[in-house]
């Protein structure tokens, strides 16, 4: 007896010490919770990006120098997430092999590796991130994300305080639990980088609205628009509804580009029809977005109507052989060359713009640079006995992204 059991201690000891290393087989079996980012596919991505209220994503592809050293940044930010916000259906930080996955790729319209991509509430977002690319700065990003979209006004008095030179949305509602507010503030968080919104609740908010009936309120920026303000007519309850309307009033017709902005405007696709202004003179601004508001809204799918500081983008100027003293003017940039429209105060003359922009569609501001002026035989004239002229080149190509940073994709190689 004393023998058999001196052999079970035996065993029992052998047992336990080979415990940790079976604890861990089973762990290494199971998948560790700590996987980096989740995998994206064309049979799982449309359930993701339904059911979450933020996927924030990486496309890659593995054969990307770029992607490679990206990789494990994004999935130990991908792990400082999933312990920071473990409830479903609040955020997913994925990722998509665009070789493997080119269905999803081309769906996403990704033109270079890597891109990241944010995707709220199934709507992916025009602005790629473009910030510092580490873990923790990947999470502070995810963390303003998720913030509150919506500032809250307390009385009246906060509620006439409210900046007037802001696109502004503010909803008035009884009380915050309700499902109005929860539909408003989805809404919301897909266009805070557009508007600013406020919401009041209570007495802070009685004054605004019928008893029992919540209102949405668009406030225009009143500096540089004639609008007034405008209530949303919709239904409260139809998400669709609501995000389409909000999103015809923040996402402006005419937009400023910046040394900040240039990239992504540039992956849009479109030609850029630009009034660069002196700053000095800003209300230059506001003629030419009014001409543009009741002239040009149906040119909107074809081109991207901006506004350029004179100072900052002199270099386009110097292109255009022209100077600050020049300003206020008007230029076309094709992403191959630059043309100037006459004259900026012709604008106020009915369909001179338009003629002007139909101009750069049919190919005929390109056919005129080089050879001058159409005439009815046809002939190609020589230009000052030179012969064909070039138009300047484009320069916010150049703002385009850089291959410093990112792999084209490979039939751009």
């Not at 079970?8 to 089973?26: K, Q």
């Not at 910030?131 to 500032?151: H, M, N, T, W, Y």
Request: net charge negative.
């Amino acid at each position: 007896m004393p023998a058999v059991r001196a052999s079970l201690g035996s065993a029992s000891s052998t047992l336990l010490s080979l415990l940790p290393t079976c604890i861990l087989l089973i762990l290494i079996q199971c998948g560790d919770v700590h996987a980096g980012a989740t995998p994206l596919t064309a049979d799982n991505i449309e359930m993701t990006l339904a059911s979450n209220e933020l996927v924030f994503i990486n496309f890659y592809a593995e054969w990307c120098r770029f992607s490679n050293l990206l990789a494990p940044v994004f999935d130990e930010a991908a792990d400082k997430v999933r312990d920071a916000f473990p409830q479903p259906g609040k955020v997913v930080i994925g990722k998509v092999d665009c070789d493997k996955e080119a269905s999803v790729a081309s769906r996403f319209h990704i033109s270079k590796y890597p891109t990241l991509k944010v995707i709220r509430n199934g709507q992916p977002s025009k602005k790629e991130y473009r910030g510092q690319r580490s873990a923790d700065a990947f999470f502070e990003f995810v963390q303003k994300q998720l913030e509150d979209p919506i500032q809250e006004f307390k009385s009246l008095e906060d509620h006439q305080k409210l900046d007037d030179k802001k696109r502004i949305i503010i909803g008035y509602f009884d009380k915050k639990e309700l499902p109005e507010y929860e539909l408003f503030r989805r809404v919301a968080t897909n266009f805070k980088d557009d508007c600013q919104f406020y919401s009041g609740f209570g007495e802070a908010s009685r004054s605004m609205h019928p008893p029992g009936e919540s209102i949405i309120v668009f406030r225009p920026d009143k500096a540089l628009s004639n609008e007034v303000d405008e209530t949303y007519r919709g239904s409260l309850t139809n998400y669709d509804e609501l995000n389409i309307w909000a999103q015809e009033r923040c996402i402006p017709l005419v937009r400023e580009i910046t040394f900040e902005n240039a990239e992504e405007l540039t992956e849009e696709g479109l030609p850029f029809l630009i009034l660069f202004y002196d700053p000095k003179y800003p209300e230059v601004i506001k003629e030419y977005k009014d001409v543009v508001i009741k002239d040009l809204i149906g040119e909107k799918q074809n081109i991207n109507f901006l506004t350029a500081d004179g100072e900052k983008f002199a270099h386009p100027l110097h292109h255009l052989g022209k100077r600050k003293s020049d300003l206020p003017l008007i230029a076309i940039d094709s992403f191959r060359h630059m043309y100037l429209f006459p004259k900026f105060s012709d604008i106020h003359i009915p369909g001179k713009l338009q003629a002007f922009l139909k101009d750069l569609y049919s190919g005929k501001l390109h056919r005129e640079f080089h050879y001058g002026p159409d005439n009815s035989n046809n002939e190609i004239p020589q230009i000052d006995g030179r012969g064909p002229t070039s138009p300047p080149e484009s320069t916010f190509r150049k703002l385009a992204p850089s291959d410093k940073r990112y792999t084209l994709l490979r039939d751009e190689l």
